[in-house]
């Protein structure tokens, strides 16, 4: 079975930045791809980032304006979002999942990790 664990939220200061991590297991990172999203409260899912195993092509939300990086480390089967210049319209929480496809639509994935909260305080 599929499992994706989240962690490296908190609480942090806008213009700061965290780490979230992305722990896989039941499959090969090879073989997907890995997304990032974001949920917050009253809002739609939306998508951040994905990341393509087989070769490491990146696709990136439109709000993400060039502040966060995905990236993946197969032998570990670990996915990680940089997250730097946060700010407070970034506070939600944020979820990894797995697709068989590419792209940022929900729709497409079908495994999805507990998520992991993401604070910004002004």
């Known amino acids: 079975e599929a499992q994706l664990v989240e962690s490296g939220g908190g609480l942090v200061q806008a213009g700061g930045s965290l780490r979230l991590s992305c722990a896989a297991s039941?499959?090969?990172?090879?073989?997907?791809?890995i997304g990032w999203f974001r949920q917050a409260p009253g809002k739609d899912r939306e998508g951040a980032s994905c990341?393509?195993?087989?070769?490491?092509?990146?696709y990136t939300g439109d709000f993400v304006k060039g502040r966060f990086t995905i990236s993946s480390d197969n032998a570990k089967n670990k996915v990680y979002l940089q997250m730097n210049s946060l700010e407070p319209e970034d506070t939600a929480v944020y979820y990894c999942?797995?697709?068989?496809?590419?792209?940022?639509?929900?729709?497409?994935?079908?495994?999805w990790g507990q998520g992991t909260q993401v604070t910004v305080s002004s």
């Open positions: 990341i393509t195993g087989s070769d490491g092509s990146t």
């Open positions: 039941g499959f090969r990172l090879e073989d997907v791809s």
């Open positions: 999942a797995k697709s068989n496809w590419y792209g940022l639509d929900p729709g497409d994935y079908d495994y």
